[in-house]
């Protein structure tokens, strides 16, 4: 029997001083929860969001506005224990976007002018981002700005008219200067390191494209606190919907997640912050060691399973997790590669971390595909594994369970799995990662070196390290010729 736990929407006053880019499934079920359980605990109510699209999902911003903006999170401590919340807290919706789906009828720059006046207004405090992390036009690798980029080049031709992120922020930071307005606080929420010094890189850059004093101006008085936020929450599944509709929740803008949720913040929000540690939110100083801690240790061990499983034909996580050797694999990864790498604050304990992990892993209640996690690695690997590598390497560490990960995201790349069963490759650098396969074909050693040498991933002392080039040689050439059984068991003995 099924322990089902309901909650209530607050009511909100229709006050806003939040706006969000990225309306995403994690932004449903992560901020938008915390602001509603500070709403309800506080009954404070003037912190209510506005929560934009700007490039795809033209359809939720629109079924959000039919259901007044009233949705619900599934949260799942496993399949007996379920809390649904219904969420109140966002109070409008806007879609400004650009893609293949959207552009041919009509929606391109569709509510753009009320997205600035929404940034612009002087209501507006805090501006919060789940973009992913392609959404900042930054080389992964060396953090320089894309200029380049087609989005980009748009933004710096037309910097009225923004289509990207740090566009839209350049254009309402450059009319709330006009205006003798402080700006708000911009808070980046996705997985990236030094996420606010990041989203600072790329929106200095690119205002310095059109005037350097307002470039000045934004990284004196704008402040872009980091912060860590840790909650699973795969795309929706029909079958998710499904369950719900058992439970008798028929929303169509629901969102699944998992019970466990985190969020660490650097406290520097000069207009204001909703004063939300009672709810769970964890102000600090300096969040960088539990960012690191996080991206090393979680999601590089999700970026180890998503490759080699999907390479073995393993649907989800918790699949994949029901495997003891990948299980002894992570331990290994987290343990022996990631660990030794994070300076804690004292008292953390990286073993009970890494168990906690393996356990929410498992928890079959989701079904977070492994084709979801896999997507975007070349945005994703360098702080998921090769900073990470690289230190290991500069103590003379064993990084054999990196190396293996980067073989299997190598031969992900060329489309098929082990078997030959052809999967989408969801990447900026998709194209390229192919024009080097059709290039080096079976010559493991040179397709390797010329993956190694895409500096947009690869930091270039990393590709330059024989231990490393080696290892992932020795990876690859043992997961192609004896599958993923041979590769962990031939990690299991070295
Ligand atoms: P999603 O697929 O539901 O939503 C992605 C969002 O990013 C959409 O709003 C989409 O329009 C936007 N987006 C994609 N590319 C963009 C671009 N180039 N420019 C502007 N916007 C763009 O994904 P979800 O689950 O909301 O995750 C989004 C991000 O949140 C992740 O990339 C990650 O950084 C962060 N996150 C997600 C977690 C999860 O478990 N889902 C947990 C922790 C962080
Ligand atoms: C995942 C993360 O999609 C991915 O790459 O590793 O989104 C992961 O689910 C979250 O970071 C958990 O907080």
Redesign the pocket.
Known sequence: MQNVTRLPASAGSGQIRIVH???????RA?QAVYLERYRQRSGDDAWGVSSA?????VALVDALREAGHRYHVAEYADSEHVTIREIGVIEETHFT?RDKSTDGDGQWGRDREALLSRLASPETCLVTL??????YFLSPASGELLVDDPMIAADIASPETPC??PGLLVEALRQRRGAELAPFTVLS???MPDNGKRTRDAVVQLAARRDTELAAWIEREVAFPCSM???????MTEEDFARLAELGIEDPNAVVGEAFSQWVVEDDFPLGRPAWEADGVEMVADVAPFETMKLRMLNGSHSLLAYLGALDGIETVAEAVGRDDLVALLRRYMLDEAAPTLAMPEGTDLTAYAEQLLARFANDSLRHRLQQIAMDGSQKLPQRWLHGAQARLAVDGDVACTALGVAAWIRYTAGNDLAGQPHAVDDPLAGRLADLHARHGDDVASLVRAFLAVEDVFPPALAAEPRFTEAVVDAYTTLTKQGLDGALAALGRA
């Open positions: 880019l990225g309306l995403g499934a994690f932004h992560h699209n700007l490039r795809t999902n976007g789940t973009v992913t992390e392609k959404g990207t992120a929420c996705d997985n936020v840790d909650r699973i929450v795969p795309a």
